[in-house]
């Protein structure tokens, strides 16, 4: 059966400082991936997709920024952290368009 | 553009009561899919059940179902028989086509079962 790993499960990061969330998925061999970013008491928002090995679509523009660089692994980065940056990021992985199957989520708070 | 409106910010339903999570959509595609998802206080995205615009008839998971009214753009979610478990945020998403791969979340339902 499939599984999405996503860690860390929270972190506490001062403004200024980089970022990096990782993401890996099992069982099923080029999975659509993707990142979304939820803020408090908000539904989710679309940050990145990728369809393949290297190919990263970006949906809103901003400081963040995402890299897939084996089948199965999704990173998403920042070099310089603002207090915006503060949510709940959840890794998501398809089989095609299909439904989503979400991780457990990393709380971000940039102080 | 897409668009989902969750008018409920919150929910209250008795224990074995049912229960329906309000979503209305807006959407110019022809061809698109409906989601429904639960958030527990865990924060994972549970997925529930799946509506595509072309189905005849409305979807059903079990406990869950949805109550499809496309001349009304509304795709409500329906639980029946609800247990403390199901205590959760719910968001209904809409995804565009066949070929795309994005959903775009309405702000979602805190749904609350009360023993």
């Known amino acids: 059966s499939q599984t999405i790993h996503q860690w860390p499960a929270t972190l506490v990061q001062p403004v200024g400082s980089p970022l990096s969330l990782e993401c890996t998925v099992e069982?099923?061999?080029?999975?659509?991936l993707y990142w979304y970013r939820q803020a408090a008491g908000r539904g989710l928002q679309l940050l990145f997709y990728?369809?393949?090995?290297?190919?990263i679509s970006s949906e809103v523009p901003q400081n963040l920024s995402a890299s897939r660089p084996q089948d199965r692994q999704f990173i998403l980065s920042s070099k310089k952290l603002l207090l915006s940056d503060s949510g709940f990021y959840l890794c998501?992985?398809?089989?095609?368009?299909?439904?989503?199957?979400f991780g457990s989520g990393t709380q971000l708070s940039v102080l | 553009a897409q668009k989902i409106t969750q008018t409920q910010p919150g929910m209250f339903v008795q224990e074995k009561e049912a229960v329906t999570l309000d979503c209305t959509y807006d959407?110019?595609?022809?061809?698109?899919?409906l989601f429904w998802y639960k958030q527990p206080s865990s924060g994972e995205m549970i997925f529930l059940i799946y509506?595509?615009?072309?189905?005849?008839q409305n979807a059903t998971e079990g406990r869950y179902s949805l109550n499809f009214q496309k001349a009304r753009k509304s795709a409500n979610l329906v639980i029946s028989a609800s247990q403390l478990g199901d205590s959760a945020m719910y968001f209904c998403?809409?995804?565009?086509?066949?070929?795309?791969?994005?959903?775009?979340f309405g702000k979602g339902t805190k749904l609350s079962v009360i023993p």
């Open positions: 998501a992985w398809s089989q095609g368009p299909a439904e989503l199957f």
């Open positions: 069982g099923t061999s080029n999975p659509n």
């Open positions: 990728s369809v393949g090995i290297g190919q």
């Open positions: 959407t110019s595609d022809p061809s698109y899919g």
């Open positions: 509506q595509g615009s072309y189905d005849q």
């Open positions: 998403a809409i995804r565009r086509g066949a070929g795309s791969y994005q959903l775009t």
